[in-house]
Nanobody, 118 residues
Framework: QVQLVESGGGLVQAGGSLRLSCAASGRISRIKAMGWYRQAPGNQRELVAAITSGGSTNYLDSVKGRFTISRDNAKITVYLQMNSLKHEDTAVYYC????????????WGQGTQVTVSS
């Protein structure tokens, strides 16, 4: 059983910063990538940032230059540093872990609310 535990969400004023953390535990093998998705009311879930096992990163265009994804391999933890937050960043943020071999599976955290007041 794989578990993802997120922390770090909350309420912040526009222009402020938050740091999300996601720690994975359980029987995990062949990690392919870890990342963060978000979903705002009425919207589809979208990829915010991801980091592969090789260290390559990918970002949603609207967060480039403001958000930074990083990881601690020893702790199987992924972080999302969010700076210069905007009201439109308000959403529930979900941690994602893609792992497994030969087939890769997606595991999800429970979600953490990020609210940016304008």
């Amino acid at each position: 059983q794989v578990q993802l535990v997120e922390s770090g969400g909350g309420l912040v004023q526009a222009g402020g910063s938050l740091r999300l953390s996601c720690a994975a535990s359980g029987r995990i093998s062949r990690i392919k990538a870890m990342g963060w998705y978000r979903q705002a009311p009425g919207n589809q879930r979208e990829l915010v940032a991801a980091i592969t096992s090789g260290g390559s990163t990918n970002y949603l265009d609207s967060v480039k230059g403001r958000f930074t994804i990083s990881r601690d391999n020893a702790k199987i933890t992924v972080y999302l540093q969010m700076n210069s937050l905007k009201h439109e960043d308000t959403a529930v943020y979900y941690c994602n872990l893609r792992a497994g071999w030969p087939a890769a599976y997606d595991y999800w955290g429970q979600g953490t609310q990020v609210t940016v007041s304008s």
